[in-house]
């Protein structure tokens, strides 16, 4: 088991099975907690699952747990003893000692019948004594039924099973003799009415042959059916400040469940719960579709919080990653950023140019200034990260143009260029959020002199859409046309503006075409 999981569900049965193979297919991390006690262990067959019909219960759970496996669901064989609130999410405690983490809990524990003190009865439970005639009325078809009275709704049963076979006794047990509306009903459809209280079920050769009753009559049967007080599993959840509430039928409370909404959310957040624990009444195929229907609630909930969490992230990444403690842990963690060749188009651009005085914007480790110095040009290079500058100095030493080249530690925000200063001004590659992005390039003009050029150049918004390796800033990214629209055409000619492309090769080793947004303009 892993220490961290997105869900864990707790109860391994079709509800639980299907909501964590839904949610290993949305490629969640998912941990099944089961320990091997499903409801319906006793039947010999699954009825009225679409496709599945006449499965063997343990063989549709042992399907169901290869399938979540396929998709990287994990399942432990075990039970989850207490579950806590820990920071956003649960603390389970399971009963090997081990204890493992969850975002959300989908809980899925079903519910125990409880049967009523007759002897005999809880060995014969799911074989030849019943509870649905929907789950079992087919296989006892024209047989002699006995409906055990439990309730007030043992007349209602009655009436449910001669669907199924006309051959049904009501076995009045401790209950009340019917009144006259009741018993009318009951004659009306041939179900004979047996007093007096059941003391044993009788079985010959594992066989239900009939019951006994108390007063040593017995009364020959096939099968018998009784209505069982349904209670939720619900410990883990009462620990966790659920609490069980009655369910009626007309007036008479059959069991208790877990309240929750159409998804399965209860009162908890994060807490969900699908199948029997939630429904008495569900089915297998219900609680399956309860448990799908669960999952894609929770999956919607971690979106929600994933999403919550990487604005969060992706803010302070923008708050943070173009200021100068993010520059120099950049630099001071590599040797080398930059390949040290020069910007190619810079050097389309200026390459036949009659050399002058150029500020080469965020000059990094110092390609582009190198490259205009060795070229004729006085460069001031001007560079927010110390470490950056250090290495351009030294790439300049080495290529002898030392002397041409004037390093300036600056954040030309705060302390923008002189205006009308330079023959050529270039941003290569400079992205900033939209505002300060054009208070910078509006200063980045004003030092433009008469004549001179203004060269900006950045990634093209359409490189996001390729497979190339860009950080997803896609407000950070701009086109040529934006920048050119800010300039004043009274005072500048624009002689580029457009998405060049140019060929790349992505992360797998693959070429693809990008395109830099190139801005040339100049200063009329």
């Known amino acids: 088991m892993d220490e961290t999981y997105d869900v864990v ?23 099944v907690v089961d320990s091997g006690e499903p409801r319906n262990a006793p039947a010999d067959r699954v009825h009225n699952y679409l496709g599945r019909e006449g499965t063997p219960p343990g063989d549709l759970l042992a399907a169901g747990r290869a399938e979540v496996a396929q998709y990287g669901g994990q399942l432990h064989t075990g039970r989850v003893n207490l579950a806590a609130r820990e920071d956003e999410g649960f603390r389970l405690t399971l009963d090997g000692g081990e204890s493992v983490r969850a975002r959300r809990l989908l809980v899925t524990t079903g519910l125990t019948d409880e049967l009523p ?24 078809r024209d047989r002699r039924i006995g409906v055990l009275a439990t309730g007030p709704l043992a007349v209602h049963q009655a009436e449910m099973w001669r669907q199924w076979s006309p051959n049904v006794l009501l076995l ?12 009318e009903r009951l004659a009306a459809r041939g179900i004979a009415v047996v007093p007096g209280p059941v003391a044993a079920v009788e079985v010959t050769d594992d066989a239900l042959t009939g019951v006994r009753l108390a007063d040593g009559r017995v009364v020959a049967l096939d099968a018998v059916v009784v209505a069982t007080r349904l209670t939720a599993r619900a410990d883990l959840l009462v620990g ?32 969900w719960v699908a199948g029997n624990v939630a429904d008495l009444r569900g089915q297998v195929i219900t ?37 100068e403690p993010a520059w120099e842990e950049r630099y001071r963690s590599r040797q080398s950023v930059w390949s040290g060749r020069p910007n190619p188009q810079l050097v389309a651009e200026v390459a036949d140019l009659t050399p002058g005085r150029a500020l080469d914007v965020g000059s990094g480790e110092g390609g582009d200034a190198v490259w205009l110095a060795t070229r004729g040009w006085r460069v001031t290079a001007v560079d927010i990260s110390a470490t950056a500058l250090e290495r351009a100095a030294a790439h300049a030493d080495d290529a002898g143009v030392r002397d041409r080249i004037e390093f300036t530690h600056a954040d030309l925000r705060d302390k923008p260029p002189a205006e009308e200063a330079y023959d050529l001004v270039s941003a290569q590659f400079m992205h900033l959020p939209p505002a300060p992005r054009r208070e910078l390039f ?10 001179g050029v203004l060269l900006i150049v950045g990634h093209h918004p359409s490189d996001l859409w390729t497979s190339a390796r860009r950080m997803h800033l896609p407000t950070m990214m701009y086109t040529a046309d934006e920048v050119a629209a ?3 055409p009274t005072r500048w000619e624009v002689l580029a503006a457009e998405a060049r492309p140019r060929t790349a090769t992505d992360p797998d080793g693959g070429d693809i075409t990008i395109h830099d947004a190139v801005l040339l303009a100049r200063r009329r």
């Open 172 to 183: 009045l047990h401790d209950a009340p003799a019917p009144d006259e509306e009741a018993a």
């Open 117 to 140: 003190d007759v002897p005999g009865l809880a060995q014969r439970w799911g074989r030849d004594v019943l509870h649905c005639p929907y789950c079992h009325g087919w296989e006892v």
């Open 486 to 488: 800010d300039l004043d």
């Open 9 to 31: 569900v707790v109860g391994g049965g079709a509800a639980g099975l299907s909501g964590a193979l839904a949610l290993s297919r949305a490629r969640r991390s998912v941990l």
């Open 287 to 323: 609680s399956a579709a309860a448990g799908l229907n669960a999952a894609a609630a929770i999956n919607g909930d971690l979106i929600a919080e994933d999403t919550r969490v990487a604005v969060r992230a992706y803010r302070q990444t923008i708050a943070t990653m173009f200021e």
């Open 442 to 451: 509006a200063r980045l003009a004003a030092a433009v002199a008469p004549g």
């Open 240 to 271: 966790l400040g659920l609490a069980p509430e009655e369910v009626t039928m007309g007036e008479h409370v059959i069991g208790a469940q877990i309240p929750a909404d159409a998804t399965g959310a209860t009162a908890v957040p994060g807490v």
